[in-house]
């Protein structure tokens, strides 16, 4: 699975990162933790810039992810008939 590395690295460091760094967005590639930064933009600049065009996790340090939002399956438009 891709990114199946980042995803079990960040679970491991979750608990340090809620404390040090909450609302943060991290950058993991592979096995690294490449930094922490204010604004996912600044994370896939460093992670192009360091790795190049390669799977990352960019992820924002919050308690629980966020719900997934499908605004056309809320709204009723997946079957509009358009």
Avoid at 1 to 23: A, C, I, N, W
Avoid at 46 to 73: C, F, H, T, W, Y
Wanted: avoid cysteine; hydrophobic fraction near 45%.
């Amino acid at each position: 699975m891709v990114l199946e590395t980042e995803v079990k690295h960040f679970e491991s460091l979750k608990t340090e990162l809620l404390r040090q760094s909450p609302g943060k967005f991290v950058l993991i590639i592979g096995p690294d933790l490449l930094g922490i930064f204010d604004r996912p933009e600044e994370a896939y600049r460093v992670g192009i810039q360091s790795r190049g065009n390669v799977p990352m996790l960019i992820k924002q340090v919050l308690p629980e992810d966020p719900a997934a939002r499908l605004p056309a399956m809320t709204l009723g438009l997946l079957y509009a008939g358009l």
